[in-house]
C-alpha cells in the first residue's frame, strides 16, 4: 500500500481515474475512500498540499456528465479540527477525574495535530473545486444532472473535530465499514439480502459514537442511502492504492 502522495500525484491519479470512469460502460458505481490528515473540508496531501473534499469529488463530475448517473460514493477518513471528546477516569489515590486514555483499549490518535506541522505560510496552494478540475463544459448543462447528482459524501468526523484510529486495527471508520462489508459478502453467498449503505454506516457511527470515538457525517443525494452491495461473477476493474 503506498503511504506517501505529493498534492500534485494525487490530483493526477484522481483525473486519470475520472478518465476511466467515463471511458468505461461496465461500471454500475464508484467507491472513494481516502485515509490522511485533513482540516477544515480538506484533506492534506504528504507534501502539505491541501486538496478540498468537494473538489475530490467534483473532479469526476463536472466534465463528465454521464458518470454523474452512477451512485458515486466518498469516504474521508481525515480530521475536521483538533478537538475530540474529552476521556476521564478516575485516580484511585485521588479519587478525582482527569483527562486521559482510555486504559482499557490500545486506542490513541496516532496523527500528531496537523497545526503543528503546517502553517499557513508554509502550506501549499489549496485546491478548490473551481481550479483542479479543468472545467470543459458546462457546470450544469442543458439536459443534464447536477453534478452532485447521486453522491454520497462521508466524512470520519464533524466540523471541528478529529477523527480517530485504533493501533492495531487502523481507523475507526474504514475498519467499521470493512466490518460491515464482510458481513455483506457472508449473506450474498448465503442468499440473504444484504445491508442498506445508510443503514451500514448508522451502524458504525452508534457504535463509535457511544464509544466515544469520533462523529461520523454522511450525506445521501438522490436516493442513494438505499444503495445495496452485491458481489459481482467477474471484477473488470478494481484499483488500491
Known sequence: VRMHWTQDEVVEFLRRKADELDENDAFDGLFVAISSHGIEGK???????????????RIFSTNYARSREIPRIFMFDSCEG????SRMFK???QGKAVDGIDEDEKAQDLRPELAELMSEES????????DIV??????????THSVDYRLVHINGANPGFQATLHVEQGSYLLHGF????????????DRENTAYL?????????????????HIVATYNDGTR??????KKAVRSTETV
Open 91 to 93: 485516580k484511585p489515590e
Open 82 to 85: 483538533d478537538s475530540r471528546r
Open 198 to 214: 445508510g443503514d451500514m454506516v448508522d451502524s458504525i457511527q452508534r457504535e463509535l459514537e457511544q464509544r466515544g470515538k469520533q
Open 43 to 57: 484533506v492534506c496531501t504528504s507534501d502539505y498540499g491541501l486538496i478540498s473534499k468537494v473538489a475530490v469529488h
Open 178 to 189: 470493512m466490518q460491515q462489508m464482510l458481513l455483506d459478502l457472508q449473506k450474498t453467498q
Open 123 to 130: 502550506a501549499k496552494q489549496c485546491f478548490v473545486h473551481t
Open 134 to 143: 479543468r472545467q470543459q463544459t458546462a457546470v450544469w448543462g442543458h439536459n
Open 226 to 231: 438505499g444503495i445495496r452491495f452485491r458481489q
